[in-house]
């Protein structure tokens, strides 16, 4: 068999080789990283962030949580960072440093902490799909528990202006909303596509609201009308921003839905920002 038969037929069989994934656009350093980014977002940053132990209950391990410090001269309103379903992971800690970034202090506690192996929080925990589950061990009541934890301690932070909100993301996302309801003294609620309480708790939320939510999404959705029409009714604010075309989680996931969550990222992010110097006060630090 000839050479060129030999090379012929090797050629006919050989696989095509997979095209090699392009390249992801540069970031914007004004919006938080997005999943694939968040590790070198992190270890790039100039800002000073660590792990903390929060006292939590009598007789329970402390509650572990990231805090970062924004680089300025004034006292700063704090934000409370309330992760997905996901566990403290990598994205929420560069959402922390962000807000940072933004001129607030930024604590993200871990409420998979005393959940995990051993007693371990997120990082203990071997896959995602574990760490899920035992997020969704987490009672509502617990959660409001923790987070009461989480505020007193911001609350004696010495860099720290009194004032305190949340945001969360997903599951943190309803859990934000659900503590606007739980804790009357809350300055301000950040929602991104969490689920909204029952009719009957919105009676007791205080703090004005912000739900950000990605046009498909229906499962969330579909709580945002009865919340919106009982909190007008009951004369509190609750401003809800839907974007079209964004997927549920589309801060995280920006590269995805052809262009929308990236869209929506870009629209959603200021509008983010605005609302929380609105009630927490402060201006944006010098870069």
Not at 214 to 236: C, F, H, S, Y
Request: aromatic fraction near 8%.
């Amino acid at each position: 068999m000839s050479t060129i038969l030999l090379f012929t037929l090797f050629s006919m069989q050989a696989p095509t080789p997979a095209p090699s994934p392009s390249p992801l656009p540069a970031r914007d350093p004004s919006l938080p990283a997005a999943e694939e980014t968040a590790k070198a977002a992190l270890d790039a940053s100039p800002r000073h962030g660590e792990y903390v132990d929060v006292k939590i209950d009598v007789g329970r391990p402390p509650m572990r949580a990231w805090i970062v410090h924004p680089e300025r001269k004034e006292k700063a309103g704090v934000v409370v960072v309330i992760h997905e379903i996901f566990g403290l992971s990598d994205w929420i800690r560069a959402v922390a440093d962000q807000l940072a970034r933004d001129g607030f202090i930024a604590i993200a506690p871990d409420f998979v902490s005393g959940h995990g192996p051993g007693g371990g929080g997120t990082d203990s925990v071997a896959s995602r799909d574990d760490v899920v589950k035992l997020v969704r061990e987490v009672t509502p009541e617990e959660t409001v528990s923790r987070l009461n934890a989480v505020r007193d301690f911001a609350m004696k932070l010495p860099s720290a202006n009194g004032k305190v909100a949340t945001i969360g993301f997903c599951w943190g996302g309803g859990r934000s909303f659900a503590y606007a309801a739980a804790q009357p003294a809350l300055n301000a609620a950040v929602v991104y596509y969490g689920t909204s309480p029952e009719t009957p708790a919105l009676g007791a939320v205080r703090a004005p609201v912000l739900g950000l939510y990605g046009g498909d999404d229906a499962r969330v959705n579909a709580t945002i009308g009865p919340a919106e029409a009982e909190m007008k009714k009951l004369g509190k604010t609750y401003e809800p921003h839907v974007y079209d075309g964004a997927g549920h989680g589309f801060l995280r996931q920006q590269y995805g839905r052809d262009g929308a969550n990236m869209k929506a990222t870009t629209q959603a992010w200021p509008r983010t920002i605005a609302f929380l110097r609105e009630h927490l006060g402060g201006a944006r630090p010098k870069p």
